[in-house]
């Protein structure tokens, strides 16, 4: 059974920074990544990373936010610096594997002053 548990979420004000992250478990993902869903919009990528450490990121998220893996542990990170307003949202993780999509339960990131 694939489970994938969150952590790192909160409060924080404009400037700030966040570690997201996210156990996978069950499965062998050879893509994991972080997606969002702000407020009264559709879910986005947010950025992505292989078991072999290519990354993808949104443009929006370019320079301030850093995904990391440790496939020793099935586990991702996302550090989130210099976070803005429109930042604001749900974060999801999501895993990868030959056998199908798998999202967590996601995890609320709020930022405001």
């Known amino acids: 059974q694939v489970q994938l548990v969150e952590s790192g979420g909160g409060l924080v004000q404009p400037g700030g920074s966040l570690r997201l992250s996210c156990a996978a478990s069950g499965s062998s993902f050879y893509v994991m990544g972080w997606y969002r869903q702000p407020p009264g919009k559709q879910r986005e990528l947010v950025a992505t990373i292989t078991s072999g450490g290519s990354t993808n990121y949104a443009d929006s998220v370019k320079g301030r936010f850093t995904i990391s893996r440790d496939n020793t542990k099935n586990t991702v990170f996302l550090q989130m610096n210099d976070l803005k307003l429109e930042d604001t949202a749900v974060y999801y993780c999501?895993?990868?594997?030959?056998?199908?999509?798998?999202w967590g339960q996601g995890t609320r990131v709020t930022v405001s002053s």
């Open positions: 999501n895993a990868k594997s030959r056998t199908g999509n798998y």
